[in-house]
């Protein structure tokens, strides 16, 4: 090993450990805070030694600019940003082998000098004062915050950097101590923090609740509602930002990050703004009076800002006293089962009969509101309780470096996460982390897609306008993002859904896919129910003449050779829009996956299935009798031989028809839709383009039904009870 050019890697973990195991947003984000935090605090401790960190460019990140002013006292009135944009690995220059040991035995104690008096000032403002009513507190509140961090450090030439953290990686040499008693809410392999176990029987329980009750007094409710028992680690996770001006120099407002319910509700709560206004208000003055008026404090309000939905806490005029703040309510609050439940929406009248009848009273309320017209002339109906989570992570970043100056890719990844806040904002969105290469986000489901799709083109701009110009970027090495974006029911745990978006992301879309790629994932409380994944442009599907299948009736051009696949599933989705008068019914998409399962030899499907199709099927006649079938029976059901829609005998909203020209083009665009999303589409072998002319690419063709699901999902905005 040479000492003139060596560099130093750090990496902090648990990562997964500490992220994933999260029950609430707040936990997710202050997990993915802390950690974004620390990891700058212990970048500031290897800069303080004179090495320089080269990887990821720190010279104008937000959070680590900040924790760098307050370290020499320039903080000024100005706090910290409240998204972490440091991540948990980087790298710095050091001159010798000596210098990296000291540089990470500094970086070491920076973190640990951080998290310690960021655990002390939890443990004063909220544990000291029921540390007599557990047992052994301080015991636990020691053992586990004391022995929780598993740095790794490597000092090694630029080639060997990666690959020497990787290998240092692998050595188990960070074990925790065995955790006894009974289990952290959030993180269970962690003893709660009371010391009781409630299986000793009823005096150990009352105890433990004791214990709790004293410290949600001053946590409050909503920061610790009835019944969490946490770990210590999970206690300061939750609770750090209350007391973030002592902790860690700033305050952080996070009093308004919206819950999974409310951002499932975005959508409705914007058309409810813009429809009936004078309803919402009435609801919003209505709830207020019955309410504590913290209901109205907690959330990001929806607002309007350049003619987009989006989410602010100071971004654009505040519009709520239109509607009497009725964007600031609690996500509950709009769901009729959720106001008729004493344990999700509390209410100030303490009597039984009387708190019934005015739930009773909210919930006609709410009713009226589904029943009242929108702009677009449909009901408003209930607000979906389907949310989106974004994971995104750039492809072969390690491959990347050996090819392009470390300086210049630190320079592109820099400029895409200054640009990531913006984007998801932009789609109604709030980022939980931004650092490097990574973002995780939170979105409505009507906005998550194009997210990605502009996510994914901003990183490769990114590195466009930033990588030298004259350099050939070799074959399979260009900088793609890949992203998993998760539909998800607001009452699922985050901790699972959490764990599906990884598993989405790095063995779906990397693995599976060959990266460069975006995996769909609808995650309903019953499990998981669609699973799509494509890469970002997708081959075309045509006919063996090479004619895309919707061009038969009127010739025209030759087709593009690939699709975006964003566009592909968006407009598959509006042929299903069943209130907006699609012509497809959910049953046609069963039919395609009964029969082409049979047609593919996959003898159970299950979401994610692929298979190939069977010599000599003609796949796109096929699809063309099903959808024709479809049109037959609802021109069957409504009176046939006759053009009717929405309410003029279709019963449903389903546009019907009459045979001729136009219902034969009506018919081929509805195939050519559904063609393009069947075929799978991979970085490492495109099968769909199987369709581009000629029965040999046809035999063999691997189709999916997935993009279907999904498809059907997003025309349905994520009501339940539509499956057949």
Known sequence: MSDSMLFL????????????????????????????????????????????IVRPNLEKDPLFKWVERQAKGSGGLEGPPYVGTVPNHFVARVDSVEAGRRAAQEAVEELQRAWRHICQVVWDRYVAGAEELGVDVAAIWHRQTEHYWDVAWTVADEDKADASLARRKVWRTHHLPNEPGDKCMVMPDLQELSGYVRARGQREREAQDRFW????????????????????????????????????????????????????????????????????????????????????????????????????????????????????????????????????????????????????????????????????????????????????????LGELLQVYKAGDVSEALHCFSSRVQDIVDRHAGVVVYAGGDDVLAMLPLTTALDCARELAATYRDSFASNLPAHQTEPAGIEPTLSVAVLFTHARIPMNTSLGELRRLLDDVAKDENGRDSLAVGVLKRGGLNAQWVTTWRRPAFSDVSGHRVGQALGGGASPEAFIDAVDAIQRLASHLDREAGGPLSTSLLYRLRNTLGLLCEWPVWAPGTWGRLLEGVDLPAFVRAEVRNSFEHRAAASGSGREATGDSGGGDGVRVISSGTRNDENVEELVQAILDILPRSCRERPEAHAGDGGEEGRRGLTIGVDGLLVAKFLANRGEEGTDE
């Open 9 to 52: 890697s750090v990496s902090i973990g648990p990562v997964q450990g500490f992220v994933a195991q999260s029950r609430r947003t707040r936990d997710l984000w202050g997990s993915s805070y802390l950690l974004s935090y620390l990891a700058a605090r212990a970048a500031l401790g290897v800069a303080r030694t004179g090495a320089t």
């Open 213 to 396: 009750a004293e410290i949600r007094k001053k946590a409050g409710p909503l920061n610790l509602p009835p019944g969490d028992r946490l770990c210590a680690i999970a206690l300061v996770k939750r609770l750090f930002a209350s007391v973030s001006e002592e902790a860690i120099g700033g305050r952080i407002d996070v009093s308004k990050w919206p819950s999974t319910v409310y951002m499932a509700a975005v959508p409705w709560i914007d058309r409810v703004r813009e429809s009936v206004p004078e309803q919402a208000a009435e609801y919003a003055r209505a709830v207020a009076n019955v309410a504590p008026r913290e209901v109205f404090s907690e959330r990001r309000p929806v607002r309007r800002t350049g003619g987009r939905l989006a989410l602010g806490l100071s971004q654009g005029p505040d519009t709520s006293d239109n509607t009497a703040g009725f964007e600031r309510l609690d996500g509950n609050f709009y769901h009729v089962d959720a106001v008729l439940n004493e344990r999700l929406c509390v209410l100030l009248e303490e009597d039984p009969e009387r708190s019934a009848a005015i739930r009773r009273e909210l919930a006609a309320r709410l009713e009226a509101i589904a029943r009242a017209t929108g702009a677009d002339g449909r009901p408003l109906g209930a607000p979906s309780l389907f949310y989106a989570l974004l994971l995104a992570d750039g492809d072969r």
